[in-house]
């Protein structure tokens, strides 16, 4: 369970017991956005107001009333604050990314493209990246374009049936020999 608190001299908010998908919605992407979150009948402005997160056991009615709630989840639980903003922010950029790569991948599909060279575009386009995050954004791009027809997949034998999409593109070999696929743009 996450609690939270809400800090803009001279108010306070908190909220206690939140599943990591209220949270998220409620209160992490909409502060990683800069837009303003209402809570408790008050505006608070990311940039005029402190968010705090901890993450812990759920608690109990009797543990919150009477103001014993904020001190009770700072003793028993971890501030994650840090940690779940970078999440959001790290979504928010990748998923700007793949609109992006999936914009370049459109344009170099225009003739037949094997997946080393997806592999390849991703290294010019991102150099400063992981390897690891290149994979994922070239999978992610390639994923959503096959299942929103902007791509077709052919290998040695003609089309590849889309229930076959999943386990070409979770190999490793598909990546990294290419096992005679080529992705083109679709119409």
Not at 101 to 106: D, I, N, R
Not at 134 to 140: G, H, M, N, S, V
């Amino acid at each position: 369970m996450f609690h939270l608190e809400l800090r803009q001299f001279p108010h306070v908010a908190r909220a206690f017991n939140l599943s990591r998908q209220e949270l998220d919605a409620r209160f992490v992407r909409p502060w990683v956005n800069g837009t303003v979150i209402e809570h408790d009948d008050r505006r608070w402005a990311p940039e005029r107001a402190r968010l705090t997160i901890y993450e812990g056991q759920e608690l109990r009615p009797d543990e919150i009333g009477m103001g014993r709630g904020w001190p009770t989840v700072v003793k028993t639980s971890e501030e994650v604050t840090e940690t779940l903003l970078a999440e959001a922010r790290r979504g928010a950029e990748a998923n700007s990314a793949v609109q992006l790569f999936k914009t370049m991948l459109q344009s170099a599909a225009a003739t037949p493209i094997g997946f080393g060279d997806i592999i390849a575009l991703a290294v010019r386009v991102y150099p400063q990246w992981r390897a690891s995050e290149r994979l994922a954004l070239a999978e992610q791009a390639v994923w959503e374009m096959l299942h929103h027809g902007q791509l077709t997949l052919t290998g040695s034998e003609g089309p590849v049936a889309p229930e076959q999409w999943q386990p070409i593109l979770l190999s490793w070999s598909t990546w990294t020999e290419g096992d005679g696929l080529v992705l083109t743009a679709a119409g």
